[in-house]
């Protein structure tokens, strides 16, 4: 069964400072993992994934994650925060084609910026 | 390109009451899911359909809740009787459904209030 442990419900950041999410998983089988945003009343928005191809993942809105296979993690960075990355940040794990494509999330990082 | 449709956005309800969602996916995906986001949660899939076959409906409470996708296009998702903790956001996603390990498309939600 696969699983995925953000730690911190709540981060606060000041703009143009670094953004950082942690992000854990669990799964009995190479993991496919993706990053979803979701701003307030919309849908989940893919900000970047990671499918067994570069560790390093650069996504959409100058964030990036990088894969550690032997820290199972895959955490979420922006250098600098802009008041418009406030919104909910879910991490999702994947066993691929053979599970269904089906993910698993986390319970969300909600961020904060501060002016 | 037309993304996921889902409707009504916001519904409210008495307990024991009926509701019914209703999504339509990105033209062309085969795959399709539904998932619950409590408040303060992140989203857990209900259940997926591959064309108009379920491939996994595990988590859905069937004693209460129904789905259906008839002709493999668009989805239904029924609760009755509703529960007060039925209130949630209901989350339909869609995929190619192809081999290839490729994001899933979310819809904006159909937020339900059980009263």
């Known amino acids: 069964a696969q699983s995925v442990t953000q730690l911190g419900s709540h981060v606060s950041v000041s703009e143009g400072a670094l953004v950082l999410l942690r992000c854990n998983y669990s799964?009995?089988?190479?993991?496919?993992l993706f990053w979803y945003v979701q701003y307030p009343n919309q849908g989940l928005q893919l900000l970047l994934k990671?499918?067994?191809?570069?560790?390093l993942v650069k996504g959409i809105n100058g964030f990036e994650a990088e894969f550690k296979k032997s820290e199972t993690s895959f955490h979420l960075t922006k250098p600098s925060a802009h008041m418009s990355d406030a919104a909910e940040y879910f991490c999702a794990v994947s066993e691929g084609w053979a599970a269904g494509n089906k993910l698993t999330f986390g319970g969300g990082t909600r961020v904060l910026v501060k002016p | 390109e037309a993304g996921v449709a889902q409707s009504p956005r916001y519904k409210i309800i008495e307990k024991r009451q009926s509701v019914a969602f209703w999504c339509n996916p990105i033209?062309?995906?085969?795959?399709l899911y539904w998932y619950q986001q409590i408040l303060g949660q992140g989203p857990k899939l209900l259940i997926q359909?591959?064309?108009?076959?379920?491939?996994?409906d595990s988590q859905l409470p069937k004693d209460r809740f129904s789905a259906e996708r008839l002709k493999g296009v668009d989805s239904t998702l029924k609760i009755q009787p509703a529960k007060l903790e039925d209130s949630a956001v209901y989350l339909c996603?869609?995929?190619?459904?192809?081999?290839?390990?490729?994001?899933?498309?979310f819809g904006e939600g159909s937020r339900l209030t059980v009263l």
């Open positions: 359909f591959q064309n108009n076959g379920v491939v996994d």
């Open positions: 990671y499918t067994s191809a570069a560790t």
């Open positions: 996603a869609s995929s190619l459904g192809t081999m290839e390990t490729g994001e899933l498309f």
């Open positions: 799964s009995s089988v190479p993991p496919y």
């Open positions: 033209s062309g995906h085969a795959t």
